[in-house]
């Protein structure tokens, strides 16, 4: 069964600070992994998807990474900012049918 | 494009009352997901689609019934509210499993007193 972590729970940085968010995951056989964005009380916004095939992904301020034989993924927010603080979910796609998601990571920037 | 759209945004439900909620999709997705999220909590699958007229149970099907009559439409049903279902709900959809994220909806929060 897939497991999936995402550590630290919660993260307090300055504005201006670059920061990476960590996803870790017990099984490498995916087909995919995304990560999303999470305001109090509102939806999930898809931030990023990467293909098992691909290393990383970019937009913006915004790059994760894959790394399959190590288990992880991770988030890097460049050059923060106060509207960056959110809950930061990975999820991740494999051939069982349907996705499994981390408990999140939830950032707080400090202006 | 409308995206997911999920109705009711709130609602307040007693003991044993019954409801359901709303899902649909205008992007033509096959896969079509609920999942509840407890305060502070990850999402959990309650119930999941690949395609019309064929549904399967995620991990927390219990109390919860769902259908797919139609691509677009994914209704969850619950019969006989109880406190435990208090939690904010969460409709998804993709074109694929293999290939393509997932776009999720706005939520609905449930309260059952």
């Known amino acids: 069964k897939q497991e999936v972590t995402q550590i630290p729970a919660a993260l307090s940085v300055p504005e201006g600070e670059n920061l990476v968010l960590n996803c870790s995951f017990t099984d490498s056989a995916i087909y995919n992994l995304q990560w999303f964005r999470q305001d109090p009380g509102k939806g999930l916004t898809s931030l990023l998807l990467i293909q098992s095939s691909q290393r990383e992904q970019t937009s913006g301020r915004l790059n994760a990474s894959l790394d399959k034989s190590s288990g992880r993924s991770t988030l890097y927010i460049a050059a923060s900012q106060p509207g960056d603080s959110a809950t930061y979910l990975c999820a991740l796609n494999t051939n069982a049918g349907k996705s499994t998601f981390g408990d999140g990571t939830t950032l707080t920037v400090k202006p | ?113």
């Open chain 2, 1 to 113: 494009n409308a995206g997911v759209t999920q109705t009711p945004k709130f609602r307040i439900l007693k003991i044993g009352q019954s409801m359901t909620l709303q899902c649909t999709q205008d992007m033509n997705h096959n896969y079509m997901y609920w999942y509840r999220q407890d305060p502070g909590m990850g999402l959990k699958l309650i119930y999941y689609s690949v395609g019309a007229g064929i549904t399967d149970k995620g991990e927390v099907p219990n109390g919860y019934n769902v259908s797919r009559s139609t691509t677009e439409d994914f209704p969850l049903r619950l019969e006989l509210a109880a406190p435990s279902q208090t939690s904010v709900y969460f409709c998804a959809s993709s074109y694929g499993h293999r290939y393509y994220g997932y776009t999720f909806g706005s939520g609905t929060r449930l309260t059952v007193v």
